[in-house]
């Protein structure tokens, strides 16, 4: 392999050693990310029965690839695939784990013998997605780093829960209007963060990503058409780059929606997941339409 080639697998490493450490052990890691420190995210209820959950007995992790510049992976769990070429646009299915002990390999996707991670992970209850956001060129604006969402949305059976989370490295900050009603859904919402999941009743809609201005009235970036079932959650991520000319990829500006699993009850079974700095969950925007 070339110099650069191996350069850009020493990121892939990084990469790789984030994601498994932070979702699936919620472990601090320093190396590629900045140490992340063991508190309970605004959106995660501090378990009562010494983190072993009662709702939840099995660890749920969902990875999403939303780093526009990054390679893909793949992801062993005890041996067996877990994760095959993992490239950006892309999510896994929910991986279901019984807690406890479990080896974790990552290797170059499509090539087993290159293998960037190996290491035995205890695994803790919790249901949640981790995607992979920032970028890995040297010259990069907007270090990688892992995010974490915590899935624990409870719509009724009459209603639909949604989120934003933002993760377009050259994109403002952005407002979320509804085409049909021009009512604001998700406000100034930067990169990095994440919203609270808004309810709205199950439909068609239109949504449009704004420059995020006082009034929700900024320039739309990109329209997104959506329908939401009842009792169904859904993540949308905004990734890839407005200007991908001037950028470090090639991947253009998407929105990613994701069908979210559902919480049983509140806390998701026990699972405390690290907290990092950009990834607070933000305020509730206007009323649902």
Known sequence: MSGSTNRGLTRVQLVALTL?????????????????????????????????????????????????????????????????????????????????????????????????????????????????????????????????LVDDAQPGDDESMVRLAHLSPDAPTVDVTVAESGDVLFDNVSFANATDYETVPPGDYTLEVRAATPEGDGEVVQEVNVTTEGGQAYTAIAAGYLDPEEAPGDEEFRVLLLEDETAEQPGNGGMTPPEQPGNQTGGPGSPAP
């Not at 080896?103 to 997605?129: K, L, W, Y």
């Open 20 to 148: 498994v450490a932070v979702a699936i052990a919620g472990v601090a890691v320093v190396g590629g990310a900045a140490a992340v420190p063991q508190e309970t995210p605004q959106n995660e209820t501090q378990p009562q029965d010494g983190g072993q959950g009662q709702g939840q007995a099995e660890a749920q992790v969902r990875l999403v690839h939303a780093s526009p510049d990054a390679p893909g992976v793949d992801i062993y769990v005890d041996g067996e695939p877990a994760v095959e070429d993992l490239m950006f646009g892309n999510e896994t299915d929910y991986v279901s784990l019984q807690p406890g002990m479990h080896n974790v390999t990552i290797t170059e996707a499509g090539n087993a013998s290159n293998v960037v991670f190996q290491q035995d992970i205890p695994v803790r209850p919790g249901q949640f997605t981790i995607a992979a956001s920032g970028e890995i060129s040297p010259d990069a604006e907007r270090e990688f780093a892992p995010v974490l």
